[in-house]
């Protein structure tokens, strides 16, 4: 994948409720297109305007609102909507609601317009890998890893087949990513695209728990301490979460240099 380019949202449009300055700023700086709309009597067209006038199509937007029927024009557009509280004028029947504009993050407006598409979302990208949220078309290479690692003693758990795997991999992405904001991810090389691991948090857990599991393949180069790295980094700045643990065995010596490393507090698996 190329550097800096995992966002799927093209552009965000603002109904006229706040100046949205720092998101918009924030937007810019990732390539993102941000334009307010002006609604005059002829609505659709007014949002159709602004779309175009940004150089994208409808399927690539996503609307800021506070207007009920606002809403429902952009829906039946294709243009993915999440609503907002403030300066409310009516509440919109959408999924998600924002207090304002400014407190969320180029980062999360791309999960959500994915998660609203259907895609899976990719949360960060490093020197040498993107982290992505899961599917059931990962779970052939996720068994792979799994059987590779337990061959050589580093992985006890049973494996489930890979239809079973599947399977769990399609109700987590369902449920677990829309529900908490967060999960585990799929590691993958920025280059070829290819899995080498999985690596995030556990779901509901205090403090909350870093995990990660990389290919034999891989091991050596760095890589886990350059993805566990971003991750306290991706904890901190779009989780506000400071407070990170890692349930390490005591005799994996290389993951607790990773977790000690990163600033990770160590608790005995």
């Not at 924030?26 to 993102?32: A, H």
């Not at 059931?136 to 337990?150: F, G, H, N, T, V």
């Given at each position: 994948?190329?550097?800096?380019s995992?966002?799927?949202?093209?552009?965000?449009?603002?109904e006229t409720?706040a100046?949205?300055?720092?998101l918009?700023e924030?937007?810019?700086?990732?390539?993102?297109s941000?334009?307010?709309?002006?609604?005059?009597?002829?609505?659709?067209?007014?949002?159709l305007?602004?779309v175009?006038?940004?150089?994208?199509?409808p399927e690539e937007?996503?609307?800021?609102?506070n207007?009920?029927?606002h809403?429902e024009?952009a829906?039946?557009?294709?243009?993915?909507?999440?609503?907002?509280i403030?300066g409310?004028?009516?509440?919109?029947?959408v999924?998600?609601?924002l207090e304002?504009p400014?407190?969320?993050?180029?980062?999360y407006l791309?999960?959500?317009?994915?998660h609203?598409?259907?895609?899976p979302?990719v949360?960060?990208?490093?020197?040498r890998c993107?982290?992505?949220?899961l599917t059931?078309?990962?779970?052939?290479?996720?068994?792979?890893?799994?059987?590779?690692?337990?061959s050589?003693g580093c992985f006890?758990e049973?494996?489930?087949?890979p239809?079973?795997?599947a399977?769990?991999l399609?109700s987590?992405?369902q449920t677990v990513?829309s529900?908490?904001?967060?999960g585990?991810?799929?590691?993958?090389?920025n280059?070829?695209?290819?899995?080498?691991?999985?690596a995030?948090?556990?779901?509901?857990?205090?403090p909350l728990?870093?995990g990660?599991?990389?290919?034999?393949?891989?091991?050596?180069?760095g890589?886990?301490?350059?993805?566990v790295?971003?991750?306290?980094?991706?904890?901190?700045?779009?989780?506000?979460i400071?407070?990170?643990?890692?349930?390490i065995?005591h005799?994996?010596?290389a993951?607790?240099?990773v977790?000690?490393k990163?600033g990770?507090?160590?608790e005995?698996k």
């Open positions: 994948m190329k550097q800096g995992f966002y799927r949202m093209r552009a965000v449009l603002f409720i100046d949205c300055g720092q918009k924030s937007l810019l700086k990732e390539g993102i941000a334009a307010k709309v002006f609604f005059g009597l002829a609505e659709k067209e007014a949002l305007e602004a175009y006038s940004l150089g994208v199509c937007c996503l609307f800021i609102t207007n009920s029927r809403a024009i829906k039946h557009l294709s243009i993915v909507c999440i609503g907002c403030e409310l004028y009516e509440l919109p029947q999924n998600t609601l304002s400014d407190e969320v993050s180029p980062v791309n999960m959500l317009y994915c609203e598409k259907g895609y979302a949360i960060l990208q490093t020197k993107f982290l992505k949220e059931a078309a990962d779970a052939p290479a996720l068994y792979a890893i799994r059987e590779r690692l337990q050589l006890d049973p494996l489930a087949a239809e079973e795997e399977e769990k399609s987590y992405a990513y529900f908490f904001g967060y585990f991810y799929g590691v993958y090389e280059e070829s695209g290819k899995l080498i691991g999985k995030g948090f556990k779901e509901g857990s205090s728990e870093v990660y599991l990389l290919d034999s393949n891989v091991w050596g180069r890589i886990a301490t350059e993805v790295s971003a991750l306290v980094h991706y904890a901190k700045e779009e989780l506000g400071t407070e990170l643990a890692a349930r065995h005799d994996n010596i993951s607790r240099r977790a000690e990163c990770i507090k160590i005995e």
